[in-house]
């Protein structure tokens, strides 16, 4: 790998750090039958209420359930060739 190579990769890496920047500043919010649901556009939840109280374990075990299967799917990936670069075919 060139220097070439190393500063596209850096590049990529910042555009990178930049979406999840964005991404975490986007917010989705869901309610119904008094249950209330905010996501992050990062896939992280913010916030469940139900019937007008925070549900703060709930919220947080959720969280950690999502980041456990993030981190299945992305060994997963890692297998089949290199997770991203093996999708896209470089």
Do not use: P
């Not at 990769?9 to 986007?26: C, H, N, P, V, Y």
């Amino acid at each position: 790998m060139g220097i070439k190579d190393s500063f596209q990769q850096l590049g990529t890496a910042k555009k990178i750090m930049e979406l999840q920047r964005q991404l975490a500043a986007e917010k989705v919010e869901v309610e119904e039958e008094g249950i209330r649901v905010v996501v992050r556009g990062d896939q992280k939840i913010e916030k469940i209420e139900i019937d007008g109280r925070e549900e703060k374990k709930l919220t947080a075990l959720i969280n950690k359930a999502i980041q456990e299967a993030q981190m299945v799917a992305a060994s997963k990936l890692r297998e089949m060739g290199g997770g991203l670069d093996g999708l896209l075919g470089k």
